[in-house]
């Protein structure tokens, strides 16, 4: 009973402090924000943005020291030159994603911003797992010429494998290769499927970020009525935009189990009274032969600790076996 009390509790607190408590692994992460698209009339709400709307927040919101966009989604894509072709889930950002988190390659380096437009060659870098199962963990993969999707890409940095963004089991990270007349075709600013994460100057505020924001879609309403009507834009802290409605189930099971873990004490409580109650007659016998009181209570505390320390490490087994199913299980856009 207590080694499922514990190991219940054990397993949905290690979910719920790596998901929603613990801050996210990048330097000073309470300077990371997520910018999103509003549009009440639409109903959007957090909605993604168009890469025109991105490029031009990026141009008008100077609070931020880097402001730099993702995919919505990882996609499969087939990489060859290097033996047999194969299946790969890459995720296509801009170049200063990473210099936006904070993070930098354990090989290589990371992509640049400049290689987010197609006047450059599209450049990739390598998940740690990625590297280790197709390449064995070979230092001179850096610099090799490989086709994802029949085009051109060069290999230019390995992350760390404690590096997970923005899902788990990603392969790889490509440039975007944007043409520079991107900002002039309406499709750019109609079709919204872009997420965007920026990081915010030492010296600036959220609220100046906002207020330089809200100024720029007012003007792209303005500029763009066709696509831009009644369009907004939010900040919101990156850790909650990437928790998003998961926070308030989680803790809801966190809840439920600790009332679980109640319920087990209040049980193992009840069979201690009745086993005590049973034992009336040997007590009453061991006073009656000389035994001391204290005596008395140092065999009852005993007995518990062997219980307590029997249901402890039971607890941490189920516990960590728990945690490990719960990895398994998580869905693939959660943190991990």
């Not at 303005?222 to 919101?236: K, L, Q, R, V, Y």
Request: aromatic share 8%.
């Amino acid at each position: 009973t207590l080694a499922l009390g514990i190991g219940a509790n054990a397993a949905i607190f290690s979910a719920v402090n790596a998901v929603v408590l613990r801050p996210l692994p990048f330097p000073h992460p309470e300077r990371l924000w997520a910018l999103t698209e509003e549009n009440p009339r639409m109903g959007w709400h957090h909605a993604m943005v168009s890469t025109a709307n991105y490029l031009d927040w990026r141009d008008g919101v100077p609070a931020f020291e880097h402001l730099a966009a993702y995919d919505y989604a990882a996609s499969g894509e087939t990489l060859a030159g290097m033996g047999e072709s194969r299946r790969v889930r890459v995720v296509f950002v801009t170049g200063n994603l990473f210099a936006a988190l904070g993070v930098r390659a354990a090989r290589g380096r990371t992509l640049e911003d400049a290689e987010t437009w197609d006047t450059t060659p599209a450049t990739l870098v390598l998940s740690d797992a990625m590297w280790a199962r197709e390449f064995g963990r070979d230092p001179s993969v850096i610099g090799r010429q490989l086709t994802l999707d029949g085009e051109s890409v060069r290999i230019v940095g390995i992350m760390p494998a404690s590096f997970a963004f923005p899902y788990e089991h990603v392969d790889g990270w490509v440039s975007f290769r944007w043409s520079a007349s991107v900002r002039a075709k309406e499709m750019w600013r109609r079709e919204r499927w872009l997420r965007v994460v920026g990081r915010l100057r030492p010296s600036a505020s959220v609220t100046t970020a906002r207020v330089q924001l809200d100024a720029v879609a007012a003007r792209l309403a303005h500029d763009f009525p066709a696509t831009n009507a009644n369009a907004g834009a939010s900040i919101i802290d990156l850790h909650d935009y990437l928790v998003g409605d998961r926070r308030t189930p989680l803790l809801v099971l966190l809840g439920a189990v600790a009332i679980l873990l109640l319920i087990a004490c209040a049980n193992v409580a009840n069979l201690l009274l009745v086993q005590a109650a049973g034992r009336q007659r040997e007590l009453a016998l061991r006073l009656a032969l000389g035994a001391a009181r204290g005596r008395l209570v140092r065999q009852a505390v005993t007995e518990s600790l062997v219980l307590s320390t029997m249901g402890g490490v039971g607890g941490l087994v189920l516990g960590w076996a728990g945690t490990r199913a719960l990895a398994v299980l998580q869905p693939p856009d959660l943190l991990r």
